[in-house]
């Protein structure tokens, strides 16, 4: 997430126009990131019925579930820390370098 703030933050300083090249970048990584999916090869045996098929089922084997579960606590608090400070740095970057 953060070099994704730098580089969105380099092109709205130095590229031509910004307001509109950010997303045909990103239009671009999407379609790359498509493409490579499209051509991964499928890890998951296919289950009879329509509905059986829809009914996603997500494990965690007994020996990671201990780490996991005392994980999960900083892996919630350090996506929060990041959302704020992402938040926050434009305006204190505005501000440190005067740039609008």
Not at 8 to 34: G, K, M, Q, R, W
Not at 53 to 75: E, G, N, Q
């Given at each position: 997430?953060?070099v994704?703030a730098?580089?969105?933050?380099?092109l709205?300083?130095f590229?031509?126009?910004?307001?509109?090249?950010?997303y045909?970048?990103?239009?671009?990584?999407t379609?790359v990131?498509?493409?490579?999916i499209w051509?991964?090869q499928?890890?998951?045996?296919?289950?009879?019925g329509?509905?059986?098929?829809l009914?996603?089922?997500?494990?965690?084997?007994l020996?990671?579930?201990r780490?996991?579960?005392?994980l999960?606590?900083?892996?919630?608090a350090?996506w929060?820390?990041?959302?704020?400070?992402l938040s926050?740095?434009?305006?204190v970057v505005?501000?440190a370098?005067?740039?609008?």
């Amino acid at each position: 997430m953060g070099v994704g703030a730098i580089l969105s933050s380099l092109l709205v300083t130095f590229a031509p126009a910004p307001t509109h090249l950010v997303y045909a970048f990103l239009l671009v990584l999407t379609l790359v990131e498509v493409g490579v999916i499209w051509l991964m090869q499928e890890t998951v045996s296919r289950r009879l019925g329509v509905l059986a098929s829809l009914d996603p089922r997500v494990t965690i084997s007994l020996s990671a579930r201990r780490m996991f579960c005392f994980l999960i606590p900083f892996a919630v608090a350090l996506w929060m820390l990041d959302g704020f400070f992402l938040s926050l740095v434009p305006s204190v970057v505005a501000r440190a370098t005067g740039s609008q």
